[in-house]
Nanobody, 116 residues
């Protein structure tokens, strides 16, 4: 069984930065994709960044150039570096791991609030 623990959310002023972390525990032999989603109040959950098994990365247009997804395989951790944050980035952020071709796991969510 795999468990994901997120950390790093908080309150930040516009233009500031945060780094989210998502660490997996359990037996993981192959990761198909690592995804960061977010869900703002009254909106649907959206994918903001993904890193797939060939290490290629993809970003939503709204965060391109400001967010960076990365992975530390030795630590079973995925990060989301968020720079130049805007009020519209305010949301609960969730990590999602797709492993072994069929299993999908979610983190508990971490709140990011961008406000002056």
């Amino acid at each position: 069984h795999v468990q994901l623990v997120e950390s790093g959310g908080g309150l930040v002023q516009p233009g500031g930065s945060l780094r989210l972390s998502c660490t997996a525990s359990g037996s993981i032999f192959f990761v198909n994709a690592l995804v960061w989603y977010r869900q703002a109040p009254g909106k649907e959950r959206e994918s903001v960044a993904v890193i797939i098994s060939d290490s290629s990365t993809h970003y939503a247009d709204s965060v391109k150039g400001r967010f960076t997804i990365s992975r530390d395989s030795a630590r079973n951790t995925v990060y989301l570096q968020m720079n130049s944050l805007k009020p519209e980035d305010t949301a609960v952020y969730y990590c999602n791991w797709v492993v072994h071709g069929v299993y999908e796991y979610w983190g508990q969510g971490t709140q990011v609030t961008v406000s002056s």
